[in-house]
T-cell receptor
Framework: EAGVAQSPRYKIIEKRQSVAFWCNPI?????LYWYQQILGQGPKLLIQ????????DSQLPKDRFSAERLKGVDSTLKIQPAKLEDSAVYLC????????????FGPGTRLTVL | AQSVTQLGSHVSVSEGALVLLRCNYS??????LFWYVQYPNQGLQLLLK??????LVKGINGFEAEFKKSETSFHLTKPSAHMSDAAEYFC???????????FGSGTKLNVKP
């Protein structure tokens, strides 16, 4: 079974530039999550999708971050414009639709904003 | 409000020694509890999970954890540390009524030869 795929793995941009990350979840997983993991901290949930609808985006900085999940499969997360404090690893995870099902994580995208 | 507290951001043990990583949670409803491990430059991998069945849960790589409701704890243990156990470990809680995870801040385990 293929795992969660993310691309790119690494990205370096200058502040005020735009960047986009892509995630392909495990086939059949209805729930998709984007997390931000700043160095030395645990993952922080940015947005949660159930199929192609948003369940929770309370911690997403909506003035600069956006995410979509078209057709309930792949998802993209965009930052526009980026700030220095956005430097982090962005993790995508997916799960079956149940609170006791574990989340499967992709390898992450390491973003460095200069 | 729900939260997860991991005591000790860094833990160092000798190879062959007991590993004990602490996790306490606060939740107004019965939670599901998870331990994940993260190796350098990799995503998180599930070690074990508690979903209201047996309170002692066995996971991969010889790890286990015990759910203690009275102490609101879910500590991770391994009888004998191996060099390959060096990684960062995250405790997470999920509420039974919706799919939302809260992660602790993580504990980095160092294993000395």
């Amino acid at each position: 079974e293929a795992g969660v795929a993310q691309s790119p793995r690494y990205k370096i941009i200058e502040k005020r530039q735009s960047v986009a990350f892509w995630c392909n979840p495990i086939s059949g997983h209805a729930t998709l999550y984007w997390y931000q993991q700043i160095l030395g901290q645990g993952p922080k949930l940015l947005i949660q999708f159930q199929n192609n609808g948003v369940v929770d985006d309370s911690q997403l900085p909506k003035d600069r971050f956006s995410a979509e999940r078209l057709k309930g499969v792949d998802s993209t997360l965009k930052i526009q414009p980026a700030k220095l404090e956005d430097s982090a690893v962005y993790l995508c995870a997916s799960s079956l639709s149940s609170p006791y099902n574990e989340q499967f994580f992709g390898p992450g995208t390491r973003l460095t904003v200069l | 409000a729900q939260s997860v507290t991991q005591l000790g951001s860094h833990v160092s043990v000798s190879e062959g020694a007991l590993v004990l990583l602490r996790c306490n949670y606060s939740s107004s409803v019965p939670p599901y509890l998870f331990w994940y491990v993260q190796y350098p430059n990799q995503g998180l991998q599930l070690l074990l999970k508690y979903t209201s069945a047996a309170t002692l849960v066995k996971g991969i790589n010889g790890f286990e954890a015990e759910f203690k409701k009275s102490e609101t704890s879910f500590h991770l243990t391994k009888p004998s540390a191996h060099m390959s156990d060096a990684a960062e470990y995250f405790c997470a809680v999920s509420l039974y009524n919706f799919n939302k995870f809260y992660f602790g801040s993580g504990t980095k385990l160092n294993v000395k030869p």
